[in-house]
């Protein structure tokens, strides 16, 4: 079965610095990689997503996110970080093959922003 | 709009008490998806459901139940036997041909009295 582990259950940095959230998955011949972000009492938003093709995968917000398969890692970016990007991040992966509907998450990642 | 609209936003659950959870959806999405949310836990899979009049439970199904009588619509019910309830709970749905493309409602957090 599928893991995520995510590295780091809190991450403080400054405004306008650069911050990488790190993540890891267990092995698997082919995977999908997500990650997504929770602001405070809301659902969840797709920031990016690897499906096939390029490893270096931009999102929304100046995100990007970049697959790595011989480290089994996805980890996100930013070069510079907003008050505004506060919020718990979490990373997920489910099967490539057969369009498999489960979705397995990390335990997320908490980004404080701070001035 | 299209989305996923859960309700009530804020729940609270009596001792033997069942309570349902609404979660709606306009997207025409086939698949329908809930989870639990806890602090440093992430989410963990409860039901899920891929066509009408058919659901499959998920890593902690014990405690709770589901429906899915229409495309739109997927309740849940936790039940007096789920005796750890309080959480936030997480709606999602997907198309079928992209069913690991999730999108997710804005939740439901249920504490007990």
């Known amino acids: 079965a599928q893991s995520v582990t995510q590295l780091d259950s809190q991450v403080p940095v400054f405004e306008e610095a650069p911050v990488e959230l790190r993540c890891n998955y267990s092995s698997s011949v082919s995977v999908y990689l997500f990650w997504y972000v929770q602001y405070p009492n809301q659902g969840l938003q797709l920031l990016l997503k690897y499906l096939s093709g390029s490893t270096l995968v931009k999102g929304i917000n100046g995100f990007e996110a970049e697959f790595n398969k011989s480290q089994t890692s996805f980890h996100l970016r930013k070069p510079s970080v907003h008050i505004s990007d506060t919020a718990e991040y979490f990373c997920?992966?489910?099967?490539?093959?057969?369009?498999?509907?489960?979705?397995?998450f990390g335990k997320g990642t908490k980004l404080t922003v701070n001035p | 709009d299209g989305g996923i609209t859960q309700s009530p936003k804020y729940l609270f659950r009596k001792e033997g008490q069942n309570v349902t959870l609404s979660c709606e959806q306009n997207l025409n999405h086939d698949a329908m998806y809930w989870y639990r949310q806890d602090p440093g836990q992430g989410l963990r899979l409860i039901y899920y459901s891929q066509i009408v009049n058919d659901f499959q439970k998920g890593d902690i199904a014990e405690g709770y139940s589901v429906s899915r009588e229409k495309k739109e619509s997927f309740p849940l019910t936790v039940t007096s036997a789920q005796k750890n309830p309080t959480a936030f709970y997480l709606c999602?749905?997907?198309?079928?041909?992209?069913?690991?493309?999730?999108?997710f409602g804005a939740g439901t957090r249920l504490s007990v009295l």
């Open positions: 997920a992966v489910s099967d490539g093959q057969g369009g498999s509907e489960k979705l397995v």
């Open positions: 999602a749905s997907s198309m079928a041909a992209a069913k690991n493309i999730q999108y």
